[in-house]
C-alpha cells in the first residue's frame, strides 16, 4: 500500500492509473478526474478535493476522515458503503444529485450551497448539521435525525415531522411548506 503526504495532485485523471490503493494525509486534489473510480479501501486523512469529478466512484470501505469537498462534482457518490470509523465530511458548492448518505453519522457536517437532489438521507443522523442555500429537491428524509441541524436557508424539501427527529433544528417561515406538507394544508 502507498503512502502519501502532504503532496498535491492537479489536474490528473485518475482513471487512467488503475493502482489507487494508497493512503492519502493532508493532501490536496484540484481539478483531477475520479469519475468511476474504484475507491475501495482508499484512506482520505485530512485530505482537500477542489474541483474534482467525483461521479459513480466507488466507496466500498472507503476512509473519510476530516475531508473537504469544494465545487466538486459528485453524482452518485454513495457514501453509504464507506467505512464509518471516524467518518467526517463536509461540502461546499458541489453537486451531490443521486447520492446516498444512507444510515451515517453525519454529525455536525457542513453541506454549503449544494444541489442535494434525489438523496437519500434515510436513517443518517444529521444532529447540529449545517445546511446553507441548498437544494433538497426529492431528497428522502425516513428516520432522519436532525437535532439542532440549521436548515434556515435552504430549500425544496420535504420532511415529515412524525417520521424524522427535528427537536431543536432551524428552519424559516419561507422554508416550512416542506414541513407541513404531508399534513395536507394551504399555506397562503
Known sequence: MDYHFEEKFEQINFSENLNLV???ENCQFINCDLNNLDLNDVKFINCEF???NLS???LINTSF???EFKNCK???FNLEECNQFGLNVNF???ILNDSSFYQLPLKK???IECSLQNVDFSYTDLSNSYFSN???SNAIFDQTILKQANLKTSYNFRINSNENQLKGAIFSKDNLIGLVEHLGIKIE
Open 74 to 76: 459528485m453524482i452518485g
Open 22 to 24: 494508497s493512503e492519502y
Open 50 to 52: 477542489i474541483e474534482c
Open 134 to 136: 441548498c437544494n433538497f
Open 65 to 67: 476522515q476530516q475531508v
Open 56 to 58: 459513480n466512484t466507488k
Open 109 to 111: 457536517s457542513k453541506f
Open 92 to 94: 461546499n458548492q458541489c
